[in-house]
């Protein structure tokens, strides 16, 4: 429309550059100046009126249509024609939208919580013309910002600190669920899985506690390894006390019952290094006499 006023404004111009060469002298002639200025400032006041009529709504938008400033209805998207200085079409954007808020909240256990959040949303398509009525062209600072902020006091103050980083799944399901019934009203909606919780930032004091914590469990680990280490050394020297103690029940049992003879010629062939020994003392010959060993042995198992 601004064309048209300066083509209008031209226009009447042209008229009094033509006065002034009525009062000039014939050797200045402002005729075809005026002339010039009077085709130009016409082309551009009509040029201008038919731009001005023509309103064209891009693709991923609905246009707003305003009578002397009230809402009308709505523009889908391609060429239409508007009645000048009467009527007004807003551009809406109702493709898929980011915003991503800050907010801080206190959880169960009184701990500050910093979270930093993003949501995809988008405009109910067929109610633009009742958003821009109600709220406006703002829609992001006067009802979605504090949405975001309402849902995260809400929904931390039913956790503790750990549990918000434990249960961090649980909180934003929570948290989208809350901000979709709020922006659901103002006919906003929130894209399938449209929240994301980019951050969970705590104080330091309750950082430094969490990584005590962390350090204690650790050591509480280590501590029962080695106890269960050394219950399994016990265990393993008790069973091989056992296993010699039962072996030793066996062998007195068997020098008991079998005279000892095979027994010890059993242990003596267990030892034996393929050099037949021989103990001598005071001129009395062998001690031990592997071979009368063997030869009474079937005598004894005989009788």
């Not at 009077?38 to 023509?54: D, E, H, N, P």
């Not at 079409?89 to 909240?105: D, I, P």
Request: glycine share 8%; proline share 3%; charged share 20%.
């Amino acid at each position: 429309m601004t064309l048209a006023l300066f083509g209008l404004v031209i226009f009447i111009l042209s008229f009094v550059i033509g006065g002034l060469n009525r009062q000039t002298s014939e050797k200045t002639n402002l005729a075809p100046s005026a002339w010039f200025a009077r085709v130009i400032g016409g082309l551009m006041f009509f040029g201008g009126v038919i731009w001005a009529c023509a309103v064209i709504v891009p693709a991923g938008y609905k246009g707003v249509l305003l009578h002397f400033g009230a809402v009308r209805g709505q523009k889908s998207e391609g060429f239409h024609l508007v009645v000048p200085f009467v009527q007004e079409v807003v551009l809406m954007e109702v493709r898929t939208q980011k915003e991503q808020s800050e907010a801080s909240a206190a959880s169960k256990d009184l701990q500050i919580v910093s979270t930093t959040l993003a949501l995809n949303f988008r405009i109910d398509s067929n109610k633009v013309a009742t958003l821009y009525r109600n709220v406006g062209k703002e829609y992001k600072a006067r009802i979605i910002d504090p949405a975001v902020q309402e849902s995260i006091k809400v929904v931390t103050a039913q956790y503790t600190a750990e549990e918000l980083i434990k249960l961090r799944a649980r909180v934003k399901s929570e948290v989208e669920q809350d901000i979709t019934e709020r922006l659901g009203a103002y006919n906003i909606i929130v894209e399938p899985a449209g929240l994301s919780i980019t951050n969970f930032d705590f104080s330091p004091e309750f950082n430094k506690a969490i990584e005590q914590k962390q350090v204690a469990q650790q050591q509480a680990e280590q501590q029962r390894y080695i106890l269960q280490k050394a219950e399994l050394e016990k265990q393993t020297a008790i069973t091989i006390a056992e296993g010699k103690s039962e072996a030793a029940k066996l062998n007195a049992e068997a020098l008991r019952v079998q005279g000892g003879s095979l027994v010890i010629a059993r242990e003596w062939i267990e030892k034996w290094n393929g050099t037949l020994p021989a103990v001598y003392g005071g001129g009395q010959g062998m001690i031990i006499d592997l071979g009368t060993l063997l030869r009474d042995q079937p005598v004894a198992a005989a009788r």
